[in-house]
């Protein structure tokens, strides 16, 4: 439930589309995950709209093993080669706007809650990836058919 919301307080009137079939139970710094996700759909709206006239983002979240992976997903152009060892380095930016601490800060808080952030080069879409253990379900969704 937390997802759909956020998507709603901060992307009204944007075209993100989520993808989310699992509902996993995550334990995170609510703060520091809304600064990541920001970030990163923020990011793909903006790399999109320099390729499409009509910019979107996805976000994608499904479970594999004991990991939940977050997705965020444009059509944007691919990271160049060269700029993907640099990407999460502090003032890296290839934005005349940018400061090049999106990535940098959103690698660190992600590292304080035991998560991973990552470029995935071999997708087939522009992807950048959050993993973070899978919480405790300290919640039960039932569905209302039962």
Not at 18 to 28: A, G, R, T
Not at 37 to 61: D, F
Not at 87 to 98: M, V, W
Request: glycine share 6%; charged share 20%; with cysteine.
């Amino acid at each position: 439930t937390w997802m759909p919301q956020f998507l709603e307080n901060y992307f009204r009137g944007n075209d993100i589309f989520l993808h989310d079939i699992s509902h996993p139970v995550i334990q995170f710094d609510n703060h520091q995950l809304e600064q990541i996700l920001i970030n990163l759909i923020n990011n793909g709206l903006r790399y999109c709209g320099l390729v499409h006239p009509h910019a979107y983002a996805e976000v994608e979240i499904y479970c594999v093993q004991n990991d939940v992976i977050i997705d965020v997903l444009n059509e944007g152009e691919k990271i160049a080669p060269a700029d993907v060892e640099r990407l999460f380095d502090p003032f890296f930016t290839t934005d005349k706007a940018g400061t090049g601490l999106g990535l940098y800060l959103s690698q660190a808080f992600s590292e304080a809650n035991h998560a991973r952030l990552l470029y995935v080069a071999e997708h087939e879409k522009t992807c950048f990836r959050l993993i973070t253990p899978m919480g405790s379900c300290s919640e039960v969704v039932w569905d209302d058919e039962y």
